[in-house]
């Protein structure tokens, strides 16, 4: 079977999974889960051997018209570079993860089957993007992606915050999506083609008129799919999703494919240096403001979420300088690290009966009780803090690198002004990574109170998931050297000046919320001796708005004190603590410039078409209704009045008749 014949079997399997799972889904519910995993499955084993074909080599082309316009034309057509095969690597194994625990961690949901297929689609829509090699394609992949999280994060449409966040999660990214097609529709014009070769090649060739115009209209779309300031909103709010969908967002698919789609016409935005030097700032704020953020928050999932933000950002910064390897490299490292994270939360929220840190900190015993979970997830933090030698450290330091490279002024595409930016922004964004990381993990797994319910262990399904993904968790940064050769050539390796830069900063911050995290402690012992007990989920609603995943915890869970939770962050935000746990009320500030506006105009318009349009409308008819009524009065059906009436007509018409005659003869 031929590489192109493999290609198209990879997003075309989780595809017809998803058709079939949405057809037979009520019918044969016994075939749901082989027919959301096996197809899922033999997509990534598909994906591993076209990479392996491709080998890093040369770039596998093949193209089909789909339908002729008149003008530029539209084919099916893929583009699989180094890039394309490894992450469609990323994309099937992760893939595969979450519907194989899924099975397991939504086995008694009666909307599983659709979800299944959903995830499938989803699937097979990032698949879609990552091997597509014209951008109209390409768009297809991406919007679809947007409605399968609209169903996704709105799973629990019963409750209110699953469908406003499902609503803000597809309104906050098509708002960026808007300029995003006019991007794609100037630069197909430049270039005379939506193929993706067609186009790098104008861009080399310098047939590209409005590059800092298309770049920054790209750049929305970007911002908006993969949550960067100022459209990172809706993330965090889309953790009212069940945990496993939050995983596939974050680690593999939609948040992914804008970075990863920047990467893809990296020649294109490199065009215009002020494109670079938007992006870079767009990721530095995006970058230290998440971190901030996620120290504030006491859900777990939105703390994940956050992170999800900052570690795009860190992405989004190595694009900014112009090194799509260090971005592709960090974004595959992150794919397994955060999808661990968030499927190790599912399992640690199942457990405790709250999302709520706050009141894991007062439970004792929560790690003993959920071992995979416990070391899993403090293989993926130490991960996510960037500490040596798990796979986030090298990866971030790669970022670092070329942000040093380009701030240095040795970069040929970005300029000095950006890599400074970037590589701030990165160091400062290490630090606070490993503050909040330490600081969910000591609340999560070394609280103090009552202790935790024992439950057994978790299924098979999903324990063994999460020890499969710590496996590239710790070693995927051995792969930064062979990497190198499937990218652009640019090495991947840390260098001596930013792994004391970035390992330096870590450090501090793991050591700084430990000792806070003490002093916090011992506080909040001296008042859970004066305090009372109240049920976990009770002393949770106050900071957290429980997920449906916790109200379909069925077992009992533990009294803990209500006393003040031992929370580093209040201590390390200081007065900044508020704020930062409301996003920095950006929210606030949308709603009053953007909400209102709106709604203020639709009522206008509402007025204007109650009040001043319809009353002409009624005014129009009222007339002819009036007349009618006049004339319905002489339809009497009495003959002796019909008689009457025409006897004097015919006499007021002799009589006028008569009259005119005289006046014409008299003239």
Same mark, same amino acid.
């Given at each position: ?5 493999l ?7 989780p595809?017809?999974g998803?058709?079939a799972?949405?057809? $037979?889904?009520r019918?044969a519910?016994?075939f749901?889960?082989?027919?959301a995993?096996?197809?899922?499955l ?16 040369a770039a596998i082309n093949a193209?089909?018209e789909?339908?002729p ?5 539209i084919?099916?057509?893929?583009h699989i570079d ?13 893939a595969?993860?979450?519907q ?6 939504l086995r ?8 299944a297929?959903?995830v499938?689609?989803?699937?097979s ?8 090699g ?11 992606m947007?409605?399968?999280s609209?169903f996704l ?5 019963e409750t ?7 609503l803000?999660a ?8 808007v300029?995003?097609l006019i991007?794609?529709f100037?630069?197909a ?9 067609k186009?790098?090649?104008t ?6 008129d409005?590059p800092t115009l298309?770049?920054l ?5 970007v911002?908006?799919k993969?949550?960067?300031?100022p459209?990172?909103?809706w993330?965090?709010d ?6 496993p969908?939050s995983?596939?967002?974050?680690a593999?698919t939609?948040?992914?494919?804008g970075?990863?789609f920047?990467?893809? $016409? ?13 992006m870079?700032l767009?990721?530095?704020i ?5 971190g ?7 859900d ?5 979420a956050?992170?999800t933000v900052?570690? $795009? ?16 490299f960090h ?5 397994a ?5 968030f499927l190790g ?6 457990a405790?009966g709250t999302n ?6 007062r439970?004792d015993g ?5 071992p995979?979970a416990?070391w899993?997830?403090t293989?993926?933090?130490l991960?996510?803090a960037?500490v ?8 971030k330091e790669a970022?670092?690198?070329a ?7 040795h970069s040929d595409?970005?300029p000095?002004?950006a890599?400074?930016?970037v ?5 400062l964004?290490?630090l ?7 600081r ?6 070394r609280?103090?109170?009552?202790a935790?319910?024992?439950?057994g262990r978790e ?5 063994g998931v999460?020890?499969?993904l ?5 070693a995927f940064g ?5 990497l190198a050769d499937w990218?652009d050539g ?9 792994s004391v830069?970035?390992?330096g ?6 050591v700084?919320t ?10 909040a012992a ?6 009372d007990?109240v049920p976990?989920?009770v ?12 109200a379909e915890?069925t077992h009992e ?6 006393a003040p939770?031992a929370d580093?962050?209040?201590?390390l935000?200081g007065p900044?603590?508020?704020?930062a746990a409301d996003?920095f009320h950006l929210?606030?500030?949308?709603d009053?410039?953007?909400v209102?506006p ?5 009522s ?7 009040e ?10 009222a007339?002819?209704?009036l ?7 002489a339809?009497?059906g009495?003959?002796q009045?019909y008689?009457s009436?025409l006897l004097?007509g015919a006499v007021?018409l002799?009589i006028?008749t008569?009259v005119l005659a005289?006046v014409?003869?008299g003239?």
């Amino acid at each position: 079977m031929s590489t192109t014949t493999l290609a198209v079997l990879v997003p075309l399997l989780p595809f017809l999974g998803a058709a079939a799972g949405l057809l $037979l889904g009520r019918t044969a519910p016994g075939f749901v889960k082989p027919l959301a995993v096996l197809p899922t499955l033999a997509a990534a084993a598909l994906a591993v051997l076209v990479a392996v074909r491709q080998g890093g080599g040369a770039a596998i082309n093949a193209a089909t018209e789909l339908t002729p316009t008149g003008s530029v034309p539209i084919e099916l057509s893929f583009h699989i570079d180094g890039f394309a095969a490894l992450v469609a690597v990323v994309v099937g194994v992760v893939a595969t993860c979450v519907q194989v625990y899924s099975t397991a961690y939504l086995r008694e949901d009666p909307r599983y089957p659709s979800y299944a297929a959903l995830v499938s689609l989803f699937t097979s829509a990032m698949l879609l993007v990552v091997y597509s090699g014209d951008l109209m394609v390409l768009l297809v992949g991406w919007e679809v992606m947007g409605i399968c999280s609209y169903f996704l994060v709105g799973h629990y449409w019963e409750t209110e915050a699953a469908r406003s966040a499902s609503l803000k999660a597809f309104l906050v990214t098509k708002l960026g999506d808007v300029p995003f097609l006019i991007g794609l529709f100037a630069l197909a014009t430049d270039a005379g083609s939506f193929q993706i070769t067609k186009v790098l090649g104008t861009v080399a060739s310098g047939g590209l008129d409005h590059p800092t115009l298309i770049g920054l209209l790209l750049l929305a779309g970007v911002a908006g799919k993969s949550a960067q300031f100022p459209l990172h909103t809706w993330l965090p709010d889309a953790m009212a999703g069940p945990t496993p969908v939050s995983a596939l967002i974050h680690a593999a698919t939609m948040v992914a494919a804008g970075v990863y789609f920047i990467a893809r $016409l990296l020649p294109v935005f490199t065009a215009s240096q002020a494109t670079l030097v938007v992006m870079a700032l767009m990721a530095g704020i995006t970058m230290v403001g998440s971190g901030l953020a996620a120290l504030a928050q006491d859900d777990i999932k939105r703390v994940l979420a956050y992170s999800t933000v900052g570690q $795009l950002g860190y992405m989004t910064g190595a694009l900014a300088v112009g090194d799509r390897g260090a971005a592709v490299f960090h974004l595959m490292s992150h794919g397994a690290f955060k999808a661990l994270l968030f499927l190790g939360a599912g399992v640690i929220i199942h457990a405790a009966g709250t999302n709520s840190l706050a009141a894991m900190s007062r439970m004792d015993g929560l790690a003993r009780r959920i071992p995979d979970a416990f070391w899993t997830m403090t293989i993926a933090l130490l991960a996510l803090a960037a500490v040596p030698p798990f796979a986030g450290f090298f990866s971030k330091e790669a970022v670092l690198v070329a942000a040093e490279h380009a701030a240095g002024g040795h970069s040929d595409v970005a300029p000095s002004t950006a890599g400074w930016v970037v590589l701030v922004a990165g160091v400062l964004t290490a630090l606070l990574t490993a503050a909040y990381a330490t600081r969910l993990w000591l609340m999560a797994f070394r609280g103090r109170g009552a202790a935790a319910p024992d439950h057994g262990r978790e299924p098979l399904a999903m324990t063994g998931v999460l020890w499969l993904l710590s496996v590239p968790s710790i070693a995927f940064g051995l792969a930064a050297v062979p990497l190198a050769d499937w990218f652009d050539g640019k090495a991947l390796t840390p260098t001596v000046t930013t792994s004391v830069l970035g390992t330096g900063a870590s450090l501090v911050g793991v050591v700084l919320t430990y000792a806070l995290w003490q002093r916090a402690t011992a506080r909040a012992a001296a008042g859970i001796r004066n305090g009372d007990a109240v049920p976990a989920s009770v002393a949770a609603a106050a900071s957290a708005a429980e997920t449906p995943e916790v109200a379909e915890v069925t077992h009992e869970h533990p009294a803990v004190p209500t006393a003040p939770a031992a929370d580093p962050g209040r201590a390390l935000l200081g007065p900044l603590h508020r704020h930062a746990a409301d996003g920095f009320h950006l929210d606030a500030v949308y709603d009053r410039l953007f909400v209102r506006p709106v709604r203020a105009g639709a009522s206008l318009v509402r007025f204007l078409d109650r009040e001043v349009v319809d009353t002409y409308v009624r005014g129009a008819g009222a007339g002819p209704r009036l007349l009618g009524a006049l004339v319905r009065r002489a339809q009497t059906g009495n003959v002796q009045s019909y008689l009457s009436a025409l006897l004097a007509g015919a006499v007021v018409l002799a009589i006028a008749t008569a009259v005119l005659a005289n006046v014409n003869a008299g003239s």
